[in-house]
């Protein structure tokens, strides 16, 4: 059985916060007439969140675009995902929570209409960034096809959350971004380290020009790059990605050598991690095994 899964990313400016979730709906639904076999679509960070860049000003902006998870933008958007018969993300959005906090949290709704799977941002950009992190990392089953894990944007910068999503079988990482600074160029590299060092697929979608710096990427889990825009420019990226190459190159090696899942035997001690007062147990180190049959 083939596990491809056919991705759109949707490299656009920021979507107002004020503007109508019908329009955002239909620039999706035109997107799919032109990519009529995309199983996954996916927006940059706070696609539907957009705000002014003033700092006085964004906390107050994004009180006021800030949703519990379901309330009504969450139903649209699941509806969204039901009538298009997509798994949609898109992208991150303000998520109040029970007690008045404020997420930064990456939304996936199945083609049933039904919010899947929701992560809040664990590292938010402080102290640009009036976020509560989230407490835990999030992966979700497609069915048929594999796993996938959520990073969102400044995520990246901290390798244990690549590495926690690959250890509990995403075999792709999914990572809005709303990167309008020059280092963008460093998320990049990042990227496509996290495809190597976990040996992933990882999709980086980041907002476009004349706000975001644009430039997605796609990586495979050697770390090659399938596909990438070139600049900030409004673009879509697609591909099909087999997640039958994770599992090809986790049991080959990375270059046909390195298989870094199997470093470790049972007999081998465990070794201390004072940084987390934890430990790397042998035991425990191989990854999970996603159920592709799994809802």
């Known amino acids: 059985m083939s596990r491809s899964l056919s991705v759109t990313l949707v490299q656009e400016t920021q979507h107002a916060a004020t503007a109508p979730t019908a329009e955002f709906a239909a620039g999706a639904e035109a997107l799919l007439a032109e990519h009529p076999r995309t199983r996954l679509l996916v927006y940059p960070e706070l696609h539907l969140c957009g705000v002014e ?39 991150s959005v303000c998520e109040r929570g029970e007690n008045g906090e404020l997420f930064n949290t990456a939304l996936a709704y199945s083609p049933r209409g039904e919010l899947a799977a929701w992560y809040r941002k664990v590292f938010p950009w402080r102290p640009y960034e009036p976020y509560v992190p989230g407490d835990r990392f999030v ?108 599992t090809r190159v986790r049991d080959f090696g990375t270059a046909g050598l390195n298989r870094m899942w199997a470093q470790f035997t049972d007999a081998d001690a465990p070794i201390d991690l004072p940084l987390y007062q934890g430990r790397i147990d042998p035991r425990h180190w191989n990854p999970a095994t996603p159920d592709p049959t799994a809802f």
């Open 53 to 91: 860049d003033s700092a006085v000003e964004k906390t107050a902006q994004l009180q006021d675009a800030a949703e519990p998870l379901h309330g009504p933008r969450g139903k649209l958007l699941a509806e969204l995902a039901g009538d298009l018969g997509v798994w949609l993300v898109p992208g």
């Open 139 to 246: 992966v979700c089953d497609v069915p048929g096809i594999g796993r996938i894990g959520f990073s969102i944007c400044y995520d990246s910068w901290f390798p244990e959350v690549a590495r926690h999503l690959a250890w509990m079988g995403a075999e792709v990482i999914v990572n809005p971004v709303r990167t309008t600074t020059g280092d963008r160029a460093q998320e990049l590299v990042l990227a496509r380290a996290h495809a190597i060092a976990n040996q992933v697929f990882v999709l980086s979608v980041n907002t476009a020009g004349p706000l975001g710096a644009g430039r997605s990427l796609i990586a495979d889990p050697e770390g090659h790059v399938r596909a990438e825009a070139p600049g900030a420019e409004p673009t879509t990226l697609t591909d099909v990605v087999d997640l039958d190459d994770v």
